[in-house]
């Protein structure tokens, strides 16, 4: 059962380069989420899906973009890219509220994780 | 104020000392507490979560949560080396916008020493 899944593990890119970090899931959830994870500042939202279609802000959205045209997929575009933008990125899912994910309500499940360097 | 706060540590215990952890937050709207443990280069996992106020607990670990003083608390005994990792609370409203959406701490650094 692979959960979920992101793509690619590691990456370095010059400053003003674009790329995309790929993120599926195989659970069938609605919800699903990017965050950036610098090094003692915790998890902060960049974007969020509640379903195909459907997209919507973070904390922390601005120089990235994102698309949800399959349940399965969530993919984070970043253009131009900034030294700021150096981090390590997850990808998680979870189901709607009220059906058990794991065990809890509302669980996140997380990939392993993106880390991307902007020199 | 912050939503949440989390005392980032780190913190260092010999193994089998019993390990707190901590959040407090603002918003009164929480309802959903969790912790989440994160290994050196991988994911978080969902550790515990509560509903509401109360306690719960999973073999060696217990999650409070005390809505009145807006604190929440992770007790781990006999801590053992594979404890080692950081540990992060996460919360969550119950309708609306805030249910879609946990605010995470920043996370706690545990080093369980043999």
Redesign the interface.
């Known amino acids: 059962n692979a959960g979920?899944t992101q793509t690619p593990k590691f990456r370095i890119l010059k400053i003003g380069q674009s790329m995309t970090l790929q993120c599926t899931q195989d659970m069938n959830h609605n919800?699903m989420?990017w965050y950036r994870q610098d090094p003692?500042?915790?998890?902060k939202?960049i974007y969020?899906s509640?379903g195909a279609g459907i997209t919507d802000k973070?904390e922390v959205p601005n120089g990235y973009n994102v698309s949800r045209s399959t349940t399965e997929d969530f993919p984070l575009r970043l253009e131009l890219a900034a030294p700021s933008q150096t981090s390590v990125y997850?990808c998680?899912s979870r189901p709607p509220?009220g059906l058990a994910g794991?065990?809890?309500?509302?669980?996140?499940f997380?990939?392993?994780?993106s880390r991307l360097t902007v020199l | 104020q912050k939503e949440v706060e989390?005392d980032?540590g780190p913190l260092s215990v010999p193994e089998g000392a019993i390990v707190s952890l901590n959040c407090t937050y603002s918003n009164s709207a929480f309802q959903?507490f969790?912790w989440?443990r994160q290994y050196s280069?991988?994911?978080?996992?969902?550790l515990m979560?509560t509903?509401s106020s109360g306690n719960k607990e999973d073999g060696r670990f217990t999650a409070q949560v005390d809505k009145s003083s807006k604190y929440i608390s992770l007790f781990i005994r006999d801590s053992q080396p594979s404890d080692s990792a950081t540990y992060?609370c996460?919360m969550?409203g119950n309708s609306g916008g805030s249910?879609?959406?946990?605010t995470?701490?920043?996370?706690t650094l545990l080093t369980v020493n043999p």
């Open positions: 979920v919800y989420y003692g500042m915790g998890l939202l969020y509640v973070g997850f998680a509220t794991g065990r809890g309500t509302g669980e996140l997380f990939g392993e994780g | 989390q980032p959903y969790m989440y280069r991988k994911g978080p996992e969902l979560y509903y992060l996460a969550r249910n879609y959406k946990l995470f701490g920043k996370g």
